[in-house]
């Protein structure tokens, strides 16, 4: 185990290394810079505004996990408690469309966004992912193995639905909820290719894409890019720390993606 | 008196498969009815619809006069008492009694009263905050039953409430129940597949078998006078005995036993295939070969204020209460005498209740006839 984690963290170390080494330094092989320096992150903060756009990432990822959990417990309240025509196939479909790639689907969502008129815009990062497969079907299952005479007894009190999702089941999933919000959360945090083909100017973009910025066809800035990645991963990090028992759940849950 | 709670010709499907058959119940003002049968009689689908969790395939129920099998389950003024509890988890004992008030917008003094007698009533004062995880099961069961009163419904349905405590606790909250009953006075109806519980709550009990009502009639009744052979084995433990036998003039013979014949009287021409019932404590049990019938004891079942041999006669098992001033052991001989009048007799085809044309005995004519 010991082993495992040193293998798994060196890469991260590696980064956090290299981004306080001086530029003459970069390509040294000691394990701890022989000449700290906050040039990198100078440079890389005044190359492009990472300020902004962690503050755009932090919108976007936010945004997206709060609009899933909307869409997903809504759906999911359907699909587990009512009947109606074609309900399993409907479910099923969605299931499906877990397993299609992003990069299938890329294209006609770039076209639909930009008749919308809507390119370099960060309503367009958030709008295709409004509402994602695994909210639903993850949900959907909780629901169900959430005990139904639970369920019967509110509607015996005089709840409908609306109430019975929002005040009975809802606050009894939040341990599904909150494994779900971490999971989206990282997973919106982490997404490159849809930014990468919307943003145009910096000030509409994501942190992953001003990483990108420091690799250029002149060659690969290495400094500041590893003191924008570091700056980048902080709040992944952090959740991270906070979370973590929750972190771990939800892997465990979700089953590793 | 016009009754309260009125069924007619209830039936039900389930995906073409018939749950229930056509059930007739009329159910009096402060009555406690008792609905008691085997898993799948369709005693449990029977009150589910009557609370509106389930949709009636065809016939009618209304309460008060008024149909309500087309209402919401909150708009019938049923309140239900669940097998599992069915607490809200994330709400305290206060919000889980207080929530079916708050969503009929009472307003908050009136809530906290109602709260505040019932949790009185049933001795939840103390545990007001706690939460449904931070109490026994017996607490549970109150509180859920605390949420069913707060609402002071017209009538109170309880769904086996009692099946997951322990035994003793079970008794316990039995006789709470009843006292509560008592007290009250509010219409209820209890399911239980238990005969005991069945027996010592019911004002009126209705026993039912594959959809259909078999009888319904006071516990007593019902204990003397099985309308069925599944009534009669049904009811009383241990079962009573059903034994084979076939008419000639006013005598049966048991089949099982060879010679052996007791005076029963006629039921009219046709009936010799016949079942005669006995129940186990009305057997007359000596060591006496010369009267009764010679059995052999197999296996006796201490119960600690009685004992019950399991006996032998030639291929019929017949099950005896013994008398305690006489000590019998497993492979004793003993003989057993049936008393007339503890005879019950039923049409061997039917399973129903024959009544003797020329004994002068009580029989209740039509079992389904109210209390």
């Not at chain 1, 019975?164 to 809802?170: A, C, H, S």
């Not at chain 1, 992944?236 to 939800?250: D, G, P, R, T």
Request: aromatic share 8%; with cysteine; hydrophobic share 50%.
């Amino acid at each position: 185990m010991v082993v495992l984690s040193v293998f798994c963290l060196f890469p991260v170390y590696w980064m956090v290394v290299t981004s306080f080494r001086p530029a003459n330094a970069i390509f040294e092989t000691s394990l701890w810079p022989t000449a700290a320096s906050l040039d990198n992150y100078v440079y890389a903060l005044n190359a492009i505004p990472i300020g902004r756009m962690l503050v755009n990432t932090l919108l976007v990822s936010a945004m997206v996990t709060v609009a899933q959990l909307l869409t997903g417990l809504l759906a999911a309240y359907a699909f587990a408690r009512w009947r109606f025509p074609f309900d399993k196939i409907v479910y099923t479909l969605i299931a499906l469309t877990w397993l299609v790639p992003f990069q299938v689907v890329m294209i006609p969502n770039y076209l639909l966004v930009a008749n919308l008129g809507l390119l370099d815009s960060l309503a367009a990062l958030i709008l295709p992912h409004f509402a994602g497969a695994l909210a639903v079907l993850l949900l959907a299952q909780a629901m169900r193995s959430f005990p139904t005479e639970v369920i019967e007894a509110a509607r015996m009190d005089g709840a409908r639905s609306w109430r019975i999702l929002w005040e009975v089941l809802t606050p009894n999933l939040r341990g599904t909820i909150a494994s779900l919000a971490i999971l989206i959360f990282i997973s919106t945090w982490n997404e490159y290719f849809w930014p990468l083909l919307l943003s145009r100017t910096p000030e509409n973009s994501v942190i992953q894409i001003g990483i990108q910025m420091f690799m250029t066809s002149e060659g690969t800035a290495w400094g500041p890019l590893m003191a924008a990645a570091t700056l980048a991963s902080l709040p992944i990090l952090a959740i991270y720390v906070l979370l973590q028992q929750q972190v771990i759940q939800s892997f465990t849950k979700s089953g590793i993606r | 008196m016009m009754s309260q709670l009125s069924i007619r010709q209830l039936k039900k499907r389930y995906e073409g498969k018939q749950v229930l058959h056509g059930v007739d119940i009329e159910i009096e003002h402060g009555q406690f009815v008792v609905i008691v049968g085997p898993s799948g009689c369709g005693k449990s689908t029977l009150l589910r619809i009557i609370a509106g969790l389930e949709d009636v395939t065809e016939g009618e129920i209304s309460i008060d006069g008024e149909r309500v099998d087309d209402l919401d389950p909150a708009d019938r003024g049923c309140a239900m008492v669940f097998q599992n509890y069915a607490l809200y988890p994330h709400m305290t004992v206060r919000e889980n009694m207080a929530y079916p008030l708050k969503i009929a917008r009472m307003a908050k003094a009136e809530r906290e009263k109602r709260v505040g007698e019932a949790a009185d009533m049933l001795d939840l004062t103390a545990y007001l905050d706690r939460r449904p995880a931070q109490l026994s099961g017996g607490q549970r069961q109150r509180v859920a039953m605390g949420r069913a009163l707060v609402r002071e419904p017209r009538v109170f349905l309880f769904d086996e409430p009692l099946s997951n405590l322990d035994a003793k606790l079970r008794v316990t909250m039995r006789i709470e129940i009843k006292r509560l009953h008592r007290r009250l006075k509010a219409t209820s109806i209890f399911v239980t597949h238990d005969q005991i519980e069945a027996m010592t709550l019911a004002d009126r009990l209705i026993v039912m078998n594959a959809g259909l009502i078999e009888q319904i009639g006071s516990p007593v009744d019902i204990y003397r006078q099985p309308a069925s052979t599944f009534v009669a084995g049904f009811m009383g433990a241990p079962a009573m005995n059903l034994m084979p036998a076939r008419l000639a003039g006013t005598r049966a013979t048991l089949e099982r036993v060879s010679d052996y014949a007791v005076e029963t009287g006629s039921f009219g021409p046709g009936r010799d295939a016949i079942t005669l019932g006995i129940r186990p404590e009305d057997i007359v049990v000596s060591r006496d070969a010369r009267v009764g019938l010679l059995a052999r004891i197999d296996l006796i079942e201490e119960l600690g204020g009685s004992r019950i041999a399991y006996c032998s006669v030639g291929e019929q098992e017949i099950a005896v209460v013994l008398p305690k001033a006489v000590s019998f052991r497993e492979g004793d001989r003993l003989s057993l005498d049936f008393p007339a009048p503890a005879l019950h007799a039923f049409d061997r085809e039917t399973g129903l209740r024959l009544t003797a044309m020329n004994a002068a005995r009580q029989e209740v004519a039509n079992p389904l006839v109210t209390a």
